[in-house]
């Protein structure tokens, strides 16, 4: 269970967390978790370039360690990247020493001071631990794009009928979100840039 656009009393009880920038400019912060993987990172790459959008990844620091020329492209064009822990687990499920060490574990291959907890699942012990060194990015609107009992077109629909000025936008550039993010991207960049949007890195 998830929601697609986060409500506004969530945001309110975790203050702390950021979930979107505000309504002063026409700016939308794309993000993509999950990876770097080679069978949608670099593809995720050329669609951004192609429309002079810019985008923050949220990494996993085991992939990281197996596809560095692909981090390292991220940076060179100009993308942010940010820590999403190094093996993909669950604040919810993890004890918060293990967990702690796991962010940290990925710190060593990703220089970053933003943070991402997998699948927003994160204790508040965990997240007064963390605040002390990282500023934890949550999201406006979540495309949907890894599950599997969505079309594209609706995780298209999802991200163009919530998303508006100041919003966070989560996509994922992962295998299993792969038949759906290529199918949805492009038309979901095209459509935001004809509604004045332009494409910021989270800061």
């Known amino acids: 269970m998830y929601l697609v656009k986060t409500p506004a009393f969530i ?14 400019s026409n700016d939308v912060y794309l993000s993509f978790d999950d990876g770097p993987v ?13 429309y002079d959008a810019k985008a923050t990844f949220f990494c996993i620091g085991e992939n990281v360690v197996k596809n560095p020329e692909i981090y390292s492209r991220i940076q060179q064009e100009g ?8 093996t993909h687990i ?7 020493d293990v967990y702690l060490d796991d962010i940290e574990l990925a710190a060593n291959h990703i220089d970053s001071k933003l943070f991402r907890p997998p699948y927003g699942r994160i204790k508040p012990s965990q997240i007064k631990s963390l605040l002390k060194r990282y500023t934890i ?11 599997e009992r969505l079309s594209a077109n609706d995780c298209y ?27 949805c991207l492009e038309k979901i960049i095209v459509h935001l840039k004809e509604q004045g949007y ?4 989270i800061p």
Not at 12 to 24: A, R
Not at 90 to 96: C, F, H, L, R
């Open 11 to 24: 945001k309110k009880i975790y203050s702390d967390l950021i979930w979107d920038f505000g309504t002063e």
């Open 38 to 50: 080679p069978e949608s990172t670099p593809w995720v790459l050329d669609i951004l370039k192609k």
């Open 79 to 86: 993308h942010r990247i940010a820590n999403h822990t190094h």
């Open 90 to 96: 669950s604040g919810w499920k993890t004890k918060n």
């Open 137 to 147: 990015v949550m999201w406006d609107v979540v495309s949907g794009d890894f599950d």
């Open 157 to 183: 629909e999802n991200v163009t009928k919530n998303t508006q000025a100041g919003s966070v936008v989560v996509f994922h550039d992962s295998i299993k979100a792969k038949p759906r993010l290529h199918a």
């Open 198 to 201: 332009t494409f910021k890195t």
